[in-house]
């Protein structure tokens, strides 16, 4: 699931930091539950801010009809953390902390990604149909965000 690459450097003094963001990366399985005993089946999953997650749940948003061969996100954040799931279809989800990329591939409903702040975040891949739910720790705040990678890798030590 996790595709790691090495980012280029043109600054042979550019040292890693100890932690980074990556490390706290993680899946989270959701409950599944399944009645078999219901005339028509279909399972239920729930998701409790945290419990589930490792925040409170100040934000929901969704992202759907995103055209084949699109990238969404694109952007990082100072301090929101995140929970990326893939309620229909699937998508990837590439992160990186300014060193390294990470890809997760995302295509159930009953798991999802954490995704803390400091990590530059992109969405690609979508199938058609796909629904890309985001569950985020703050209400929206445009301060937050580092729009552009270059503000991103000064913001890390890579400028």
């Known amino acids: 699931m996790n595709n ?8 042979v003094a550019d040292i890693r930091p100890e932690v980074s963001p990556l490390a706290s990366v993680r899946k989270i399985d959701l409950p599944k539950i399944s009645d078999p005993s219901a005339p028509h089946g279909g399972n239920l999953t729930f998701i409790e801010g945290g419990g589930h997650v490792p925040f409170d749940i100040r934000r929901i948003y969704y992202l759907y009809d995103v055209p084949g ?30 060193y390294e990329r990470q890809r997760f591939y995302l295509n159930r409903s009953y798991y999802g990604i954490y995704v803390p ?16 739910l985001v569950l985020a720790s703050e209400r929206y705040d445009e301060s937050d965000y580092y729009r552009q990678y270059a503000d991103f890798l000064r913001a890390v030590g890579r400028a």
């Not at 790691?4 to 600054?11: C, D, G, I, K, Q």
């Not at 400091?118 to 149909?129: A, I, K, N, V, Y």
């Open 117 to 132: 702040p400091m990590l530059w975040r992109e969405l690609e891949d979508f199938s058609s149909g796909s629904v890309c």
């Open 4 to 11: 790691t690459r090495p980012l280029e450097s043109s600054n």
């Open 69 to 98: 061969g699109a990238m969404r996100g694109g952007h990082g954040h100072k301090a929101l953390h995140q929970f990326i799931i893939a309620l229909s279809g699937s998508f990837s989800l590439i992160l990186d902390d300014g």
